[in-house]
């Protein structure tokens, strides 16, 4: 099992940058593919980013595509969500999560990934 902790989130202008981060403790950090996802009020829960466990495959939503980058450092246990000109429309809460799939091929369906995190809010004002 893991626990999964994300922090980063808060309140900026349109345009501006943020970076979330998600601190992994528990079993092994990089058996896991991770995926970022965000639900906004009254919206499904959708994913953004994923990344495969040996950083090969990386998914985006092509709504983030060319704005948000996703990393992990297996090291630190740590996966981040890179969000560059952010709109009022990524306004959500964002959340991080693990697939133990054992294997590089990456889902954006929320229902494969076992393990979630708390998540964290972004607000962007226009």
């Known amino acids: 099992q893991v626990q999964l902790v994300e922090s980063g989130g808060g309140l900026v202008q349109a345009g501006d940058s943020l970076r979330l981060s998600c601190a992994a403790s528990?079993?092994?950090?990089?058996?896991?593919?991770m995926g970022w996802f965000r639900q906004a009020p009254g919206k499904e829960r959708d994913c953004v980013a994923a990344?495969?466990?040996?950083?090969?495959?990386?998914y985006y939503a092509d709504s983030v595509m060319g704005r948000f980058t996703i990393a992990r450092d297996n090291a630190e246990n740590t996966v981040y969500l890179q969000m560059n000109s952010l709109k009022p429309e990524d306004t959500a809460v964002y959340y991080c999560?693990?697939?133990?799939?054992?294997?590089?091929?990456?889902?954006?369906?929320?229902?494969?990934?076992?393990?979630w995190g708390q998540g964290t809010r972004v607000t962007v004002s226009s």
């Open positions: 990344i495969s466990r040996s950083s090969i495959n990386t």
């Open positions: 528990g079993r092994t950090f990089g058996s896991y593919n």
């Open positions: 999560a693990a697939d133990d799939v054992n294997s590089e091929l990456l889902s954006s369906w929320s229902g494969l990934y076992e393990y």
